[in-house]
C-alpha cells in the first residue's frame, strides 16, 4: 500500500536530523516507494466537486494557526500548520518553488484523504497569472497544464491543472492551484494529493477554501 504524502514540516525536519548526522540507513529511517498509480484522465480545467461542504473553521486571520495575507474557510477535520522558516536557504528545496514560498499547509488525513492543501506566497505587485506559471514552471515533470480566469471570494483569480509525473516515485497524478494578487504579494492555495483519486476527492475542500476566500 502506498506510504502517506509527507508534510513540508516533516521532510524539514528529517532533513535537519540528517545534515546533523542522526539519521542513518541503520535505523530504517528510509520509506519505501510509494507504488505508480494509475494513469488518471487528463486533468480538466475546473473543478468539479461531487458535493459541497461548508466551513468548520476559518485559517488567515489573527489567532488561526497560520497568519496570511487572506483568509477562507476549513473543510472539517482539516488540519493546518504553519511551515517554520520558510525563506532559510538551507530547505529551499521543500520551500521554495519558483518566486513563491510555502507559508502553511492543511493536512486531509484527519478527515479521511491523504494529501495536502498548501498555501505559498510571491512578492511583489505583478499579476497572480506571472506568479503561479513561474510556481508551475518549476515544478519537473507536468503536462496538459492549463489556466483559466476564475474568481476567489470576489477577487479576480487564476487557475491552473495539470498532471505531474514523478518518475523517482512513479506517480502520475492531477494537481491543481489558484492564485490571487493581494497587497502583500501573490497567495498561491495548491492542491496535490497521494494520487488522482485522492486528489479529486479532495476537491470540494479546495473549492470551499476558493470561494470563501478574502483579503486581510
Known amino acids: 500500500m502506498p506510504e502517506r504524502p509527507r508534510s513540508i514540516r516533516a521532510a524539514a525536519v528529517s532533513a535537519v536530523l540528517l545534515t546533523a548526522g542522526l539519521l542513518t540507513t541503520g535505523c530504517g529511517a528510509g520509506a519505501a516507494a510509494p507504488q505508480a498509480s494509475t494513469t488518471p484522465a ?23 494557526a497560520c497568519p496570511l495575507p487572506v483568509s477562507f474557510g476549513l473543510a472539517a477535520d482539516w488540519e493546518p500548520e504553519a511551515i517554520e522558516d520558510p525563506e532559510n536557504p538551507e530547505f529551499a528545496a521543500l520551500t521554495r518553488r519558483g518566486p513563491a514560498f510555502a507559508r502553511c499547509e492543511v493536512d486531509a488525513k484527519p478527515a479521511g484523504h491523504l494529501g495536502f492543501l498548501r498555501i505559498w506566497t510571491a512578492a511583489g505587485k505583478g499579476p497572480a497569472r506571472t506568479a503561479l506559471e513561474g510556481f508551475v514552471k518549476a515544478e519537473k515533470k507536468t503536462s496538459g ?34 492564485a490571487v494578487a493581494t497587497p502583500r504579494g501573490t497567495v498561491i492555495v495548491h492542491l496535490g494529493g497521494l494520487d488522482t483519486d485522492e486528489h479529486r476527492a479532495m476537491l470540494p475542500a479546495y473549492e470551499l477554501a476558493r470561494t470563501t476566500l478574502k483579503v486581510l
Open 42 to 64: 487528463p486533468a480538466t480545467a475546473s473543478a468539479s466537486p461531487s458535493a459541497g461542504v461548508t466551513a468548520a473553521a476559518t485559517l488567515g486571520g489573527p489567532g488561526t
Open 145 to 178: 497544464v492549463t489556466y483559466r480566469e476564475t474568481v476567489a471570494g470576489t477577487l479576480p483569480a487564476t487557475e491552473v491543472t495539470y498532471t505531474a509525473h514523478d518518475e523517482a516515485l512513479g506517480e502520475v497524478k492531477e494537481e491543481r492551484a489558484f
